[in-house]
């Protein structure tokens, strides 16, 4: 579980189908309607073309490690060091997440290691899409 | 269209004091400044008709402050490299004939918090919402977060980076305003404390009181001034995203790629034109993405130029001659400082003047590379 303390997001209509998913386990992406790109973060149009012909797509909840810096202060509801990362989605956009079931440092935290997706409650209202290394991987 | 030397700094100073300025609000922090640059160049506030400073509601509050009431007003407020749009925009507004004789001010109380500027959280923003709830705090564990992918991408070692510290404070060495000046070795910035993995407290930026102001006017009216004009070449801006998960690139910055070249190209100038260059270090990997984006040395390759002694003291392009944000001072918002330090290399007045400079460039960022802005000034009229 999270520690308490962490800064919670507060969602608003463009971007609630999100976080309806990831509580119910779905990482919900966009694609766009001209192009088929898969984007994030979430908004009614494209950002590559414009159109209001957008459709939600489930991620595969697949990711690779893209980068990320490991913070060695203390922040209100987490415990230092701790990772900030940034993975990459097998669709193709990146978001910024944390790392679990892994030791927080440079040499267990690997570039392009993959990861899965692991949804894990703040409390009712909201679930982060927390990443950990993937079983196999 | 502007035209290539149309439009001259003649006044550009600090605030009195930087560094610890525990007896100065923030907003006297922008007039003390304001007042050393009028002061220099004879005029006086109800000289000035243009007023250009950072964030909403601010240019009313400067405006009343000095006694100003302006024709044009700017308050562009993306970061540390506003200070480089607002002479872009002041540029543009003084060839419109919106306002003669414009004031760009900058004040932070970054270290004493004397009227500092409240950042409340904003949970339904898209930061808030997609990059707050993993723990980021502050621009030490944001601005870092491309360099991995960078060092991966081209091969950069720790080693690397931290030369960019060790160079930078070689040339604070030669400044007497320099908040810290004694010489450090790679060793010392690899032992120092870390703070956010792979950066350690010697590749972060100082956080300091300051403030900086600048007087744009018409270059065929600088003769009518006692300082010596700094003509403006060419502009650029842009901006990217204000998510630093959310970069193209994560080995460049595509505002950088804009905002560089479009000013370049506006001067006319080629890249070995330049004498001495600014590019704002909040931290140790934007002098190497600034050389790369803004076309210096290709991608990757800014590591060797750097570590082959270029940017040195008696190297051929002189880079961040004021010891930078990371050992001149960094009160928040950089920029105004990079501008200052440019000014004074092309007056010929710097603590460490490169001899013979004609043309300086001046490179900011805004945010987590966010958005940027680029001056490129020279000490002759083309």
């Known amino acids: 579980m999270l520690e308490p303390g962490r800064p919670k997001p507060k969602p608003t209509p463009e971007t609630k189908h999100f976080w309806d998913g990831t509580k119910q386990g779905k990482l919900l992406l966009q694609r766009c309607g001209d192009t088929g790109k898969v984007y994030f973060p979430p908004r009614p149009f494209s950002p590559y073309t414009g159109t209001r012909n957008v459709s939600v797509v489930e991620a595969s909840g697949k990711a690779k490690l893209y980068s990320y810096v490991i913070h060695h202060r203390p922040v209100p509801g987490f415990t230092p060091p701790y990772a900030i990362a940034v993975v990459e989605l097998e669709e193709g956009p990146r978001l910024m997440t944390n790392i679990i079931d892994c030791p927080q440092t440079p040499e267990a935290l690997v570039l392009d290691m993959p990861l899965e997706v692991a949804f894990t409650p703040m409390d009712d209202d909201i679930t982060l899409p927390l990443f950990r290394p993937a079983k196999g991987g | ?382």
């Open chain 2, 1 to 382: 269209m502007l035209g290539r030397g149309e439009i001259a700094i003649v006044g550009a100073a600090e605030s009195t004091q930087i560094g610890a300025v525990p007896g100065m609000s923030q907003i006297m922090l922008h007039a003390d400044a304001a007042l050393n640059a009028m002061a220099e160049c004879g005029l006086k506030p109800s000289d000035i008709d243009g007023v250009a400073c950072v964030g909403p509601m601010m240019p009313q509050q400067i405006a009343h402050y000095l006694g100003i009431t302006p024709t044009w007003i700017d308050g562009t407020g993306v970061g540390g490299c506003s200070f480089m749009i607002h002479v872009r925009h002041a540029a543009a507004a003084i060839h419109a004939g919106y306002a003669n004789t414009i004031l760009i001010t900058h004040g932070e109380s970054g270290k004493s918090r004397i009227n500092a500027t409240a950042r409340p959280p904003e949970p339904e923003g898209l930061n808030g919402q997609f990059e707050m709830p993993y723990g980021p705090f502050g621009p030490p564990t944001l601005f870092p977060i491309p360099v991995l992918r960078y060092m991966k991408t081209y091969g950069v070692t720790h080693e690397d980076l931290a030369q960019v510290s060790v160079v930078t404070r070689e040339w604070a060495g030669k400044n007497p305003r320099a908040m810290f000046r004694d010489p450090i070795t790679i060793d010392d910035v690899l032992n120092s404390r870390m703070i956010a993995y792979p950066f350690r407290i010697l590749q972060c930026c100082l956080v300091t009181d300051g403030g900086g102001a600048l007087i744009l006017t018409r270059a065929d009216r600088a003769k009518d001034f006692p300082t010596k004009p700094v003509y403006i070449l060419g502009t650029g801006e842009s901006v990217e995203t204000n998510m630093v998960s959310q970069m193209a690139d994560f080995t460049s910055s595509r505002a950088f790629k804009v905002a560089g070249p479009t000013a370049i190209k506006a001067a006319g100038i080629k890249h070995n034109d330049v004498d001495h260059l600014m590019i704002y270090d909040a931290f140790a990997h934007l002098p190497m993405y600034g050389l790369e984006d803004l076309g210096f040395v290709k991608p990757g390759e800014a590591k060797d130029f750097i570590n082959e002694g270029n940017t040195r003291p008696g190297g051929k392009l002189p880079l961040n001659t004021n010891g930078g944000g990371l050992s001149y001072t960094h009160t928040g918002m950089y920029g105004m400082f990079a501008l200052q330090e440019s000014v004074r290399q092309m007056r010929g007045t710097a603590p460490a003047q490169v001899p013979g400079a004609k043309i300086s460039v001046c490179h900011g960022v805004g945010g987590m590379f966010s958005a940027s802005g680029t001056i490129v000034f020279s000490n002759e009229k083309p």
